[in-house]
């Protein structure tokens, strides 16, 4: 079974930045398998921020974090990282790593998408 591990969430300020990081440890991630970040704030639903193909040639990212967010994969270290900048009180959440079987796809922004998924990590942005 892939087990993803999220690390890296904790307290910041407006302005701040952060780095998460989603390490496969069991060591099963396939070739070919994309790699999303999620984030679900309190009494919101979860929503779709960033995913990553294997080889890291595609990326895609949600409007809200565009620019400001960038993900980016070690595979040599089985982690991918998502870049957050210019952090916002908005930006507090639970961080959700998720990995797949089925690579890319135009569905890539879907939960459905996945098959793996991390316990998440507290991020609190303060104003």
């Known amino acids: 079974q892939v087990q993803l591990v999220e690390s890296g969430g904790g307290l910041a300020r407006t302005g701040d930045s952060l780095r998460l990081f989603c390490t496969e440890t069991?060591?099963?991630?396939?070739?070919?398998?994309?790699t999303g970040w999620f984030r679900q704030a309190p009494g919101r639903e979860r929503d779709f921020l960033a995913a990553?193909?294997?080889?890291?040639?595609?990326?895609y990212y949600a409007d809200s974090v565009k620019g400001r967010f960038t993900i980016s994969r070690d595979n040599a270290k089985t982690t991918v990282y998502v870049q957050m900048n210019n952090l916002k009180p908005e930006d507090t959440a639970v961080y959700y790593c998720?990995?797949?079987?089925?690579?890319?796809?135009?569905?890539?922004?879907?939960?459905?998408?996945?098959?793996?998924w991390g316990q998440g990590t507290q991020v609190t942005v303060s104003s």
């Open positions: 998720a990995a797949n079987k089925s690579g890319w796809s135009r569905f890539i922004n879907l939960e459905r998408s996945y098959d793996y």
């Open positions: 990553i193909n294997w080889s890291g040639t595609n990326t």
């Open positions: 069991s060591g099963l991630t396939s070739r070919g398998s994309a």
